[in-house]
């Protein structure tokens, strides 16, 4: 029998403009928007699947899609068509899209974590970093203070952020120690799903390398599923299980990552694997 999928979405698409005869079925396009009535197709048509403990990674250019589809996951962006199914909301019956408000925010807190390339989306910049992992806690109902102060301890011992530090606003914190922050956040409630957009970019290499091997060790700890985007292939090469090619709005390529950077199929995979070399 077939393990069942953490994550499973289905035809997923997010437009933006009222779309024309021209482009409605999500052809005829120019790149990813429609030459007559200028609707953006940000993502047309994606299909992903992610299994439990894998990290799957999401590559492509800058307006490719790959922001839309992590922020679309996180209801953060509106979905204009598709169906997602989370194997731990209703047993992966449900379509998460199309659930109200309060649904889509017990799902934020409980079954998935976002760790933004920005740091400011994801943490209040003049809290205490206890107090923004404290507040992810209570938004998932959590109300023992004792408890709390020992899962808040727990967390930043897991990122590397000294006790000391607790009491400190991320503002006063380097943009690695920021992201650290984020990612103990994400993972306050044990989420079934860590989704990470472009975590190290901007960072000096040490600290890309820091968190980098922050990000390996937690998958290793909480047996959590990650889709991981970034322009970086040395860092997909590094981590990712599988691998997604996005460009103009769709995926036109995906395998195991090996497969995919060693042997691209598609002249886009291979110009940009090219590049690197």
Same mark, same amino acid.
């Given at each position: 029998?077939?393990?069942?999928?953490?994550?499973?979405?289905?035809?997923? =698409? !997010?437009?933006?403009?009222?779309?024309?005869?021209?482009?409605?079925?999500?052809?005829?396009? !120019?790149?990813?928007?429609?030459?007559?009535?200028?609707?953006?197709?940000?993502?047309?048509? @994606?299909?992903?699947?992610?299994?439990?403990?894998?990290?799957?990674?999401?590559?492509?250019?800058?307006?490719?899609?790959?922001?839309?589809?992590?922020?679309?996951?996180?209801?953060?962006?509106?979905?204009?068509?598709?169906?997602?199914? #989370?194997?731990?909301?209703?047993?992966?019956?449900?379509?998460?899209?199309?659930?109200?408000?309060?649904?889509?925010?017990?799902?934020?807190?409980?079954?998935?974590?976002?760790?933004?390339?920005?740091?400011?989306?994801?943490?209040?910049?003049?809290?205490?970093?206890?107090?923004?992992? &404290?507040?992810?806690?209570?938004?998932?109902?959590?109300?023992?203070? /004792?408890?709390?102060?020992?899962?808040?301890?727990?967390?930043?011992?897991?990122?590397?952020?000294?006790?000391?530090?607790?009491?400190?606003?991320?503002?006063?914190?380097?943009?690695?120690?920021?992201?650290?922050?984020?990612?103990?956040?994400?993972? /306050?409630?044990?989420? &079934?799903?860590?989704?990470?957009?472009? !975590? =190290?970019?901007?960072?000096?290499?040490?600290?890309? /390398?820091?968190?980098?091997?922050?990000?390996?060790?937690?998958?290793?700890?909480?047996?959590?599923?990650?889709?991981?985007?970034?322009?970086?292939?040395?860092? @997909?090469?590094?981590?990712?299980?599988? =691998?997604?090619?996005?460009?103009d709005g769709k995926i036109i390529e995906q395998g195991l990552t090996d497969q995919i950077l060693d042997d691209?199929?598609?002249?886009? =995979?291979?110009?940009?694997?090219?590049? #690197?070399?």
């Amino acid at each position: 029998m077939m393990e069942q999928p953490v994550l499973e979405v289905k035809n997923l =698409t !997010v437009r933006y403009g009222r779309t024309c005869e021209y482009c409605r079925n999500g052809s005829r396009l !120019v790149k990813n928007t429609c030459p007559h009535c200028k609707t953006v197709w940000a993502c047309n048509d @994606i299909n992903v699947t992610l299994y439990e403990g894998e990290i799957l990674g999401i590559v492509g250019e800058s307006g490719s899609g790959k922001s839309t589809l992590m922020k679309s996951l996180y209801f953060d962006f509106p979905v204009t068509e598709g169906k997602g199914y #989370l194997r731990d909301f209703e047993d992966g019956r449900t379509d998460i899209f199309g659930q109200s408000l309060q649904q889509k925010k017990y799902i934020k807190n409980h079954v998935m974590g976002m760790v933004y390339q920005n740091p400011m989306l994801g943490l209040r910049m003049d809290y205490s970093s206890a107090g923004n992992i &404290a507040e992810k806690l209570i938004a998932a109902g959590r109300r023992n203070y /004792a408890g709390m102060n020992e899962r808040v301890g727990e967390l930043l011992d897991a990122v590397e952020i000294l006790q000391s530090r607790k009491k400190e606003p991320p503002k006063n914190f380097s943009g690695g120690m920021q992201q650290r922050v984020q990612i103990s956040k994400a993972l /306050a409630n044990n989420p &079934a799903i860590l989704l990470l957009d472009e !975590v =190290t970019t901007g960072l000096d290499l040490s600290v890309q /390398a820091k968190v980098l091997e922050l990000i390996r060790r937690i998958r290793q700890e909480f047996h959590i599923s990650i889709m991981l985007v970034s322009h970086d292939l040395a860092v @997909i090469r590094m981590l990712s299980d599988r =691998t997604i090619v996005m460009l103009d709005g769709k995926i036109i390529e995906q395998g195991l990552t090996d497969q995919i950077l060693d042997d691209p199929q598609q002249p886009y =995979t291979q110009q940009l694997v090219h590049s #690197l070399l």
